[in-house]
């Protein structure tokens, strides 16, 4: 039997806070999740959450070829290699939020954020955390917590001066003893589970758990959809009074070789916009909204989706099948399914710069930039998200061009 993992996230700002500073990753293809809880004055925790989350991927996906060599089922020797790798990942956001902090404030700057990460790799999930967000494993209903909370507070009941009941009503309860960005670096708790078929995996920030108990989890995990679960728990954690940045990310282990059913009512292709790059820091509802604005194209084998110097006026996300993109009469490389083409369109409806031609009868999704700037107009969210991560596109073009 051969397990996946899906995730789902839903993040709100609360009731009290005008800001959301939470920031969360959502990378199939590298199977890698994470949540963060940025803090500093102003913008400044927003930025230092997206900075870990960007990090953290960016570290990982340099290391794809190599854990794709190992295989399902990795040994031991790898998964010590595995967890060293995540180390050093989570080290690298913890410098970059520190260089950024010094960079906008100086030495008296204040920035950083905690982080929780899970990283799948065949049979394996790595964790790392930092902070008092948190990571519970959901297995047969019931919620065990697999992180120990960064806290003056967790430091008084491991010494004996509280019980962690008295915990719940201490004064200080958010005073954290570990942050990325704080130091250039910083302490990380390392683990690695066996995944077992039916697990799951909650990544929450404060302002869930504060309000909800692990009881609480288990239950709604259990009992429901993994993008409907973090939906509900966000609602509960509201209906509570909201006092802080609330964050949720469902991660659920399937049997790959089982067919995935959505339940009636999901707009269609969520699995594939889940999977691009463009649309990673999307909840759910928002990744149903750009579905319902996409259109299906069907093309056989070697069939042109656009040539070089054509105008383009959408771009489009590979649901099925292959596409090769041709410069200059040479094929430069090729896109499967999840993959995004002709984005910049979205910028400016330049004319291509490239072509792109079908090797396999393939589907694609086809976003206008019509609708598009539609979407970013109407969801300030949704826009802030995606743009985001157009700027790290245009910033990786950049930096290859040099």
């Known amino acids: 039997m051969s397990l996946r993992l899906r995730a789902w996230a839903s993040s709100d700002a609360g009731k009290v806070r005008r800001h959301n500073q939470d920031s969360f990753l959502i990378d199939p293809r590298l199977g890698l999740f994470a949540v963060a809880d940025g803090m500093g004055g102003g913008s400044r925790g927003e930025v230092a959450s997206a900075l870990a989350c960007n990090a953290i991927q960016e570290a990982i996906s340099e290391l794809r070829r190599d854990v794709e060599n190992m295989g399902s089922h990795p040994v031991d020797a790898d998964v010590e290699r595995l967890v060293l790798w995540l180390e050093i990942a989570v080290l690298r956001g913890c410098k970059e939020v520190h260089d950024a902090s010094r960079a906008l404030a100086g030495e008296s700057g204040r920035m950083g954020t905690t982080l929780d990460v899970v990283w799948a790799v065949g049979d394996r999930v790595l964790t790392a955390h930092v902070g008092d967000s948190r990571i519970y494993r959901v ?24 019980t962690p009941e008295e915990a719940l009503t201490a004064r200080g309860r958010s005073v ?104 990673s820091y999307c909840t759910w509802n928002e990744l149903a909204r750009v579905a319902e604005c996409c259109r299906v194209k069907e093309l056989p084998p070697q069939a042109w989706v656009f040539k070089e ?54 589907r694609l999704l086809m976003l206008s930039r019509r609708d598009f700037l539609q979407l970013v107009r109407s969801d300030a969210n949704l826009g802030s998200k995606v743009q985001w991560q157009m700027l790290r596109q245009l910033a990786r073009i950049l930096r290859s061009a040099k």
């Open 139 to 162: 297995r047969d209903g019931h919620a065990e917590r697999l992180t120990e909370d960064h806290t003056m507070i967790q430091e008084k009941i491991n010494r004996g001066l509280l």
């Open 176 to 279: 954290i003893t570990r942050a990325l960005g704080v130091q250039a670096r910083v302490q990380v708790d390392l683990g690695h589970h066996k995944i077992v078929d039916g697990d799951r995996y909650l990544l929450c920030s404060d302002g869930l758990y504060r309000d909800l108990g692990p009881d609480t989890f288990g239950q709604i995990l259990k009992s429901t959809h993994g993008a409907t679960s973090a939906e509900i728990l966000v609602s509960m954690a509201n209906a509570k009074g909201g006092g802080d940045n609330i964050t949720a990310l469902v991660i659920e282990a399937v049997d790959e070789d089982e067919e995935s059913v959505q339940p009636h009512g999901f707009a269609p292709h969520i699995r594939t916009l889940r999977a691009c790059d463009l649309f």
């Open 309 to 362: 110097d054509q105008p383009g006026r959408e771009c489009f996300i590979i649901d099925k099948g292959t596409v090769e993109v041709i410069k200059d009469g040479t094929v430069r490389y090729t896109l499967g399914p999840g993959r995004i083409f002709g984005e910049m369109s979205f910028i400016d409806v330049p004319r291509r710069t490239a072509s792109v031609r079908t090797i396999v009868p393939t």
